[in-house]
């Protein structure tokens, strides 16, 4: 009875592939995170291992990180997916509770796919610096990243969560990651605080006379710093084999989760082409695991709990719900609106989710 329906299943399923080879591919893009960076290459793995069986021509999409992959997700056309931080997605989420318009506006017609792997903070001082852990960069002039980056929303909330107060507005730099590292190794700011899944091109492909001039403070699980700062983050190890030519031990550390995220889409051929890309996300995840970017062998083919204000996209939700039903049964799966004028009286927080100027 199993092998009449595992055949009988495969058989449809490959006929809904040979149909989607047939047809015109539909063009989405997906906004991921800056170029050396993990998001990215994530993304390319979505596009080729995943889109492209499914019928979808997937454009992935350069950004400074996560605060701009939601504004870009809600009003950019042609934006179907994006790659968020569970940090930032909540920071909206809580904005928008606690009555702001601009953040309800982004953040609750977005839906989560599903959840992908940890990122971990990587904070970053100087070889010669006498900072030893996290607890130490209290009032030292840091680059947080850029507006719009996970990284600067990451950055600022740790600090918060470290020491119970914002960091002084003369002690932040908003440069990219390359620019930190330039900017840290010639000594115009002490720390950059980096958010990248390890391994990381933008470590991998420095020279390494320059690598050699940087080091990662530790996160000292007994710290106070660092027990607080568990109330969001979550422990985590940058290992020593993932930068070979520069870590000589693992370095303990934090970590924020990844999701993929796309919109409350009713229209037909939407729904249509994201359930295709749901099934096709399912029938490829080993090859994701085996060809893709280190992280997928860290992703779980699952969809757990939510906490409050987070949803998930529906359609898709039934797919893969079915799909991994169907794997642990031992069955293999087959293969835009205008914002409003932006206001000027910004508080911090909504400046860093891109929610006014």
């Known amino acids: 009875m199993l ?49 492209q069986p499914a019928g979808i021509d997937l454009t992935v999409v350069a950004s400074k990180g996560s605060a701009e992959n939601v504004q870009r997700m809600r009003f950019e056309p042609g934006v179907k997916l994006a790659l968020v931080q569970s940090d930032v997605y909540q920071a909206y989420v809580d904005m928008a509770n606690s009555g702001n318009p601009d953040a309800g506006t982004a953040i609750r017609p977005l839906r989560l796919i599903m959840p992908l792997y940890d990122e971990e903070i990587n904070v970053v001082v100087r070889a010669d610096s006498p900072l030893k852990s996290l607890g130490d960069i209290r009032d030292k002039t840091i680059s947080v990243g850029l507006l719009g980056s ?33 900017a840290l190794i010639v000594k115009k700011v002490d720390v950059a605080i980096i958010v990248v899944g390890q391994p990381a091109k933008l470590f991998n492909d420095m020279n390494p006379e320059l690598l050699q001039q940087i080091r990662l403070l530790k996160a000292e699980p007994t710290a106070p710093e660092t027990v607080r700062a568990k109330q969001t983050y979550f422990p985590a190890t940058i290992r020593a084999s993932s930068y070979p030519n520069w870590l000589k031990e693992d370095v303990p550390t934090l970590t924020v989760k990844a999701f993929l995220v796309t919109y409350d889409y009713g229209l037909r051929d939407t729904v249509g082409n994201l359930n295709h890309f749901a099934d096709s996300l399912c029938a490829n995840f080993d090859n994701l695991q ?31 719900r079915a799909c991994v039903a169907n794997r642990s049964a031992g069955i293999n799966a087959a293969p835009a609106q205008v914002a409003e004028k932006p206001r000027t009286n910004c508080t911090n927080q909504e400046r860093l989710l891109l929610l006014c100027k």
């Open 3 to 51: 092998k009449r329906l595992l055949t009988g299943w495969l058989g449809a399923m490959l006929l809904i592939t040979s149909s989607l080879l047939s047809a015109e591919p539909a063009h989405y893009k997906i906004v991921t995170g800056p170029e050396r960076g993990t998001y990215i290459q994530i993304g390319q793995d979505l596009s080729k291992w995943v889109a």
């Open 150 to 182: 996970g990284t600067a929303q990451s950055a600022t909330t740790l600090y918060r969560l470290m020491f119970g107060q914002a960091i002084p507005e003369q002690n932040i730099q908003h440069l990219s990651n390359e620019d930190a590292l330039a």
């Open 290 to 320: 085996e060809h893709g970017h280190p992280k997928w062998k860290q992703v779980k083919l699952e969809l757990p709990s939510l906490v409050r204000g987070w949803k998930y996209y529906p359609p898709v939700e039934k797919h893969l």
